[in-house]
């Protein structure tokens, strides 16, 4: 096992990581911006070391900064967390060359999931069905006009090198097609600096549903069940739980065997989701993998058992998975809400500031992974998460009771935050009959 190791992110899952590391006796180097300063967190950890100023491209995302923290304090790996470099193939690579371990998987897994276009063609030598779509990526001309009419729409444009939601256009006629794909390339290549896409057929109205597997690097994987991801806004998660209310044995069992088919065939190792689209028939679809540990990986440790960064860890030192798919039981429901510093009432802009009032909520089934505290200034610099709430419960039903008691007891003023937003939604009839889909918040909010 290692004996330390630095974490290349900050806020909520640095602290997640660094408790993980001292349950495991690691030490745990964390790295902060000029604007992270201040964080508490940052005394948990063993060594802190500032790598610049609070803009991400010179502190977070800055490859030649955090390869010099970890060269000054002689880690032996490095944790990425999620989002800033968690699936930068370059970052993952200088690691390798400085002789620092990635934990994550292997460069070229990386690179061939982190292409969705080279997913799709991975999950179906797996033999798992795609979204209908282009076979490769796809031009503003004859050929895309042709696939459309095809298919039928409407149809989705998708960024080839993806994420966040970005790069993304539903298109529902000939006229449109055209503006949708040059817009989606315009898109992509700003925030990617790849402007590649492809079409999928637009499954209308399915559920978000998603397999977090682990796989260690001697061939052996296993799966730890789904999380249902329907409640988005803007393609954006905003509730997940675990396991998906709806599913039943079989359809589970096929969907995990065929996620772990992917991971098996793009040769992966350490942690990864594999995400799919469930249409109303309960045909799912492989839309993408993430080769990284997830936003909300807890509700999957709440209803396994499992700490999942542990077993990041373990699996990066070159340990064996002890674990077989027999050990791993599903045990009763979790539910996640993300906490994010944004104006419900205005559009849900972000919404910055000092915290002066700060009560977290606690108590039976409730557990809280978050950075701030009273007196904490949430940076507009960085993403609006702020918390997450996780409720463990044996039922949904008493998920929800849970949920709701957990987020009116929690007090953080005077910024705005989507709790509002987060107890409508538990309180709705469809979310509490789980009639939902990506659609829900759109045609309901
Ligand atoms: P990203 O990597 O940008 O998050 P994903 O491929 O994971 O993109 O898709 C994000 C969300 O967009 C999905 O959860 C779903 O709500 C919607 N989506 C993506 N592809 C389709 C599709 N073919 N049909 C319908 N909805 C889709």
Redesign the pocket.
């Given at each position: 096992m290692f004996s330390k190791i630095l974490i290349a992110n900050r806020g909520e899952i640095a602290l997640r990581i660094i408790r993980a590391c001292h349950e495991l006796n690691i030490e745990a180097v964390a790295v902060y911006s000029e604007a992270d300063k201040e964080a508490p967190y940052l005394q948990l950890a063993d060594e802190a070391i500032c790598i610049g100023p609070a803009d991400c491209s010179k502190s977070y995302l800055n490859i030649a900064s955090i390869i010099s923290a970890a060269e000054i304090t002689d880690v032996e790996a490095i944790h990425p967390g999620y989002g800033f470099l968690a699936e930068n193939t370059e970052f993952a690579q200088i690691c390798g060359e400085c002789g620092i371990t990635f934990i994550g998987p292997p460069v070229e897994a990386m690179k061939n999931l982190g292409d969705?276009v080279m997913a799709r063609k991975i999950a179906k030598q797996a033999k798992v069905r795609c979204?209908p779509?282009s076979v490769g990526t796809i031009e503003d001309g004859p050929e895309a006009l042709k696939l459309a009419n095809d298919m039928g729409y409407p149809v989705?444009i998708?960024?080839s090198a993806?994420?966040?939601?970005?790069?993304?256009r539903i298109v529902h006629n000939d006229i449109s097609l055209r503006s949708a794909i040059n817009s989606a390339r315009a898109e992509a290549e700003v925030a990617f600096g790849n402007g590649d896409v492809y079409m999928?057929?637009?499954?209308?109205e399915?559920r978000?549903v998603e397999v977090q597997v682990m796989a260690d690097s001697k061939g052996h994987a296993v799966h730890f069940y789904e999380r249902d991801?329907?409640i988005?806004r803007r393609?954006q998660k905003m509730v997940e739980e675990s396991p998906c209310p709806i599913l039943d044995k079989k359809t589970r069992e096929e969907l995990c065997g065929s996620a772990l088919r992917i991971i098996k065939e793009s040769k992966y190792v350490n942690a990864a989701t594999v995400?799919f689209?469930l249409d109303k028939d309960k045909n799912f679809?492989f839309?993408?993998a993430?080769a990284r540990i997830q936003v909300e990986h807890p509700v999957t440790e709440m209803v396994t058992g499992h700490d999942l960064i542990k077993l990041q860890l373990q699996i990066a030192s070159g340990m064996p998975l002890t674990l077989t798919q027999k050990n791993i039981k599903l045990n009763g429901v979790a539910i996640e809400c993300r906490v994010n510093a944004e104006d419900p009432d205005n559009n849900f802009s972000p919404c910055p500031g000092r915290i002066t009032r700060y009560i977290p909520p606690g108590g039976f089934g409730v557990r809280v992974d978050t950075h701030v505290h009273q007196g904490w200034n949430v940076s507009p610099t960085y993403d609006s998460m702020i918390a997450k709430v996780i409720v463990h419960q044996k039922t949904r039903t008493e998920a929800i009771t849970t949920m709701k008691r957990a987020l009116g007891e929690f007090i953080i003023e005077p910024i705005k935050t989507t709790i509002p937003a987060c107890l409508e939604i538990l309180s709705h009839n469809l979310f509490v009959k789980s009639e939902v889909d990506?659609g829900f918040i759109e045609r309901n909010f």
């Open positions: 969705k979204v779509g989705i998708k960024a993806g994420g966040g939601g970005r790069g993304m999928e057929k637009f499954i209308v399915p978000h991801c329907s988005q393609h995400e689209l679809y839309i993408e993430n990506t």
